[in-house]
């Protein structure tokens, strides 16, 4: 019954490698984010998306890509990892004109 | 940046006592937001005060919104020892940015 639920919560990879993350909701929202949050607890918008735009935080790097094969999901691939990679990294939706974020409980991606 | 700028960084209290968190802004804002992160979890969403609004209540929780100096305020009453978490402020400037979220607030309560 997990409003929003992220796979795997662990992930523990080499450098180099390519890993996905998954992120499903069954709330029926229309928009779904992906943050980054660092060893500082500081949270930072990677990608936002709906079924007609695509926003990018510009700072973020390419090796970064949402993809999004329906409505409730949004998946993270990242290419070619790296050791700063390392973060937990938190799935969201909402709706328009919503109450607030429903977030995931997050994935601890170590990168070594 | 809006992001928005919590204070204190991190707060110590006992059981009882009241805890009150601040937090401030940049740019003009629809709503601003107050989230509860717990030690190795997801954020929660607590409590959503549109621009328009100057207070709002809910249960022990109360936040104040001042445009004018562009901040705000949580107030937990009565705490209690789960109440231990982050804090979080975020702003929402307009209906299609994603949320922007300050540094946190990390409240302990002491039983």
């Known amino acids: 019954d997990t409003a929003v639920s992220q796979t795997p919560k662990y992930l523990v990879t080499q450098m180099g490698n390519d890993k996905s993350i998954k992120c499903e909701q069954n709330?029926?929202?229309?928009?779904m984010y992906w943050y980054k949050q660092d060893s500082k607890k500081f949270l930072k918008i990677m990608f936002s998306?709906?079924?007609?735009?695509?926003?990018i935080n510009e700072t973020v790097p390419n090796r970064f890509s949402p993809k999004s094969p329906d409505k409730a999901h949004l998946n993270l691939h990242i290419n070619s990892l790296e050791l700063g990679d390392s973060a937990v990294y938190f799935c969201?939706?909402?709706?328009?004109?919503?109450?607030?974020?429903?977030f995931g409980s997050g994935t601890r991606l170590t990168v070594v | 940046s809006q992001q928005g700028e919590e204070d204190p960084q991190a707060l110590s209290i006992q059981e009882g006592e009241n805890a009150t968190m601040n937090c401030s802004y940049k740019?003009?804002?629809?709503?601003l937001q107050w989230y509860r992160q717990n030690s190795g979890r997801g954020l929660v969403h607590l409590i959503l005060?549109?621009?328009?609004?100057r207070e709002k209540h809910s249960g022990r929780l109360r936040v104040t919104l001042d445009t004018s100096k562009k901040s705000s305020s949580l107030l937990i009453t009565a705490s209690r020892a789960a109440d231990t978490a982050s804090y979080f402020c975020?702003?929402?400037?307009?209906?299609?940015?994603?949320?922007?979220f300050g540094k946190g607030t990390r409240l302990s309560v002491i039983a």
């Open positions: 969201a939706s909402s709706q328009v004109d919503s109450h607030g974020y429903t």
């Open positions: 709330l029926g929202h229309d928009t």
């Open positions: 998306y709906n079924n007609k735009e695509l926003i």
């Open positions: 740019t003009s804002i629809n709503n």
């Open positions: 005060i549109r621009s328009n609004e």
């Open positions: 975020a702003t929402d400037a307009t209906g299609n940015t994603p949320l922007v």
